[in-house]
């Protein structure tokens, strides 16, 4: 059987009983990629309902269909980085099966990558000119607080309005995937998160209703994002790791006034290696893949910018305490959280940045 050796386009579409979509769906992307040198690689997790073997039977008519059978489902996520592993071309479309994403879309987003030399394009449904059809108040408030939640706990996402999205396009040799184990349905944030230097444009489009099948989406699937967004949010890592050293500043200075009765040292071995403990810990699991130069270098500048984090907290505590007249422990933890930005702020940009 022909197959084509060096596509421009792999469209990556991963399917779990979607038997019906699957006729519709090749229809639609020959119309739409006519002249396009592309193959389509369906990823199925062994469907009850027969869909790889309609996919079978469409590639032996089609030299540009491929069937990556899974013989246990495995989940969305994986399935997507299985399919780009398996594609060939030199951008990857990601899409759903079940028409919700038109594929027409797909031609646009092949020209906004070439025209604009991006990495990854994104078909938003929240750029200027995309909107969604059939959504019910509660579909759109739980798309609109998982956009939000990403956009606050994942600032890598905040080059798309749209990160959500399960329709992007992605340029395969500029977009690495190495170390990526997205959960649940959401590879775009993943993939986002983990190639922030790469460019970013949107093409606007209409997500339209199911026409065949059932939604995937079920509280499950909501739950599984909400997990994969803390495991990669930089931010909780580094307020998680903020509260560890609050414990061992505690520690150490408890035991070094009990050995000395000594308050100043007291307080300055209690904040030393509390700031010593955030500095590994932060190293090791919060910027581990941003590491870059010698460590002491990097904890010499650690130190740093420790010391605006503080005095941030002392002049915002002081502000609102005199002058507005905030309960004091209140202005304090208002100050604390202050110093929280300006210390994961500036330690994101100067202690742990992108060589």
């Not at 092949?110 to 019910?136: C, H, L």
């Not at 798309?143 to 080059?159: H, Y």
């Not at 209703?209 to 580094?238: A, D, N, Q």
């Amino acid at each position: 059987m022909l197959r084509l050796s060096q596509p421009l386009l792999s469209v990556v579409v991963p399917t779990y009983n979607e038997r019906d979509n699957v006729a519709p769906l090749l229809e639609r992307l020959t119309k739409a990629l006519d002249g396009v040198d592309y193959e389509v690689v369906f990823v199925d997790d062994n469907s009850p309902d027969g869909t790889a073997k309609v996919i079978e039977d469409a590639a032996k008519v089609n030299p540009r269909v491929r069937l990556l059978l899974r013989t246990s489902r495995k989940g969305l996520a994986t399935a997507i980085l299985d399919g780009v592993g398996a594609s060939r071309g030199k951008y990857v479309v990601v899409m759903d099966a079940d028409l919700q994403h038109p594929p027409e879309v797909v031609a646009e987003m092949v020209r906004a990558a070439e025209g604009s030399g991006a990495d990854i394009v994104v078909a938003s449904r929240y750029a200027k000119g995309g909107r969604t059809r059939g959504w019910s108040p509660l579909r759109r408030l739980i798309s609109w607080g998982a956009t939000v939640i990403s956009r606050l706990l994942v600032p890598e996402s905040r080059r798309t309005s749209d990160p959500m999205s399960g329709f992007f396009l992605i340029r395969r040799d500029r977009v690495s995937l190495e170390g990526a184990s997205p959960t649940g349905y959401k590879a775009l944030l993943e993939i986002l998160y983990r190639n922030p230097q790469a460019k970013v444009v949107e093409v606007p489009y209409t997500f339209m209703p199911r026409e065949r099948g059932k939604s995937k989406l079920g509280t499950k699937v909501i739950l599984e994002y909400l997990w994969h967004v803390i495991k990669i949010s930089r931010p909780v890592r580094f307020a998680l790791v903020g509260g560890v050293g609050t414990g061992v500043n505690e520690g150490v200075a408890a035991l070094v006034l009990y050995l000395l009765g000594n308050y100043t040292a007291a307080f300055v071995g209690g904040i030393e290696v509390s700031i010593l403990s955030n500095f590994a810990l932060n190293d090791l699991w919060t910027f581990r893949d941003r590491r870059s130069g010698r460590w002491y270098s990097r904890l010499l500048r650690y130190h740093v910018m420790v010391a605006p984090a503080g005095l941030t907290i002392f002049f915002v505590a002081e502000l609102l305490a005199k002058m507005f007249h905030v309960y004091a422990l209140l202005a304090l933890f208002i100050g604390i959280l202050a110093g929280f930005v300006a210390n994961y702020t500036l330690s994101s940009r100067n202690v742990w940045r992108f060589s």
